[in-house]
T-cell receptor
């Protein structure tokens, strides 16, 4: 049973470009979570999604950030017009419901 | 709001030493508490958890007890190995770990020297 998959593992963007991060949950998991880890910081919760629904986006920045989890395909975290402060590791996790969250290896975003 | 505070790292120990990593929390309700471990270049893995006061979580020789009176969940291991070198995160949530975002501490980098 494959774990949570994230791609790309490393992403480099120039200021003003768009970044798209993908997350494929574990088989049988319908809940997806996105977290951001800034340098020297712990993980900060961003958003919690179920299939086709955003359940909690209390940790998402108000502008430029969006997330989706369509009926088919991976969850996408989209960052428009990236700035240097967006450079971080972005982790996705999935769960079957109220059970344990399983984490992916992360995408390391560097904004030049 | 809720928060988790961990001891600052890095923590450097010799192999077979006793380990304690302190974790305290502030919460408005009665959360579940977790310890996650992150090895270099990898995602987080759940190490252990406790869902109510006085519960003890344990795994791979690590233990932590949910102390409501001191709002603490300190991680301990009696004899550490080089392979325990990693970053350890304390976290809380109001579910069993899913269906709710986790609130993490900043992490403690543990280095075990042979």
């Amino acid at each position: 049973n494959a774990g949570v998959m994230q791609n790309p593992r490393h992403l480099v963007r120039r200021r003003g470009q768009e970044a798209r991060l993908r997350c494929s949950p574990m088989k049988g998991h319908s809940h997806v979570y996105w977290y951001r880890q800034l340098p020297e910081e712990g993980l900060k919760f961003m958003v919690y999604l179920q299939k086709e629904n955003i359940i909690d986006e209390s940790g998402m920045p108000k502008e430029r950030f969006s997330a989706e989890f369509p009926k088919e395909g991976p969850s996408i975290l989209r960052i428009q017009q990236v700035v240097r402060g967006d450079s971080a590791a972005y982790f996705c996790a999935s769960s079957r419901g109220r059970d344990e969250q399983f984490f992916g290896p992360g995408t390391r975003l560097t904004v030049l | 709001g809720d928060s988790v505070t961990q001891m600052e790292g890095p923590v450097t120990l010799s192999e077979e030493a006793f380990l304690t990593i302190n974790c305290t929390y502030t919460a408005t309700g009665y959360p579940s508490l977790f310890w996650y471990v992150q090895y270099p270049g990898e995602g987080l893995q759940l190490l252990l958890k406790a869902t109510k006061a006085d519960d003890k979580g344990s795994n791979k020789g690590f233990e932590a007890t949910y102390r409501k009176e001191t709002t603490s969940f300190h991680l301990e291991k009696g004899s550490v190995q080089v392979s325990d070198s990693a970053v350890y995160f304390c976290a809380l949530s109001y579910s069993g770990g899913g269906a709710d975002g986790l609130t993490f501490g900043k992490g403690t980098h543990l280095i075990i020297q042979p």
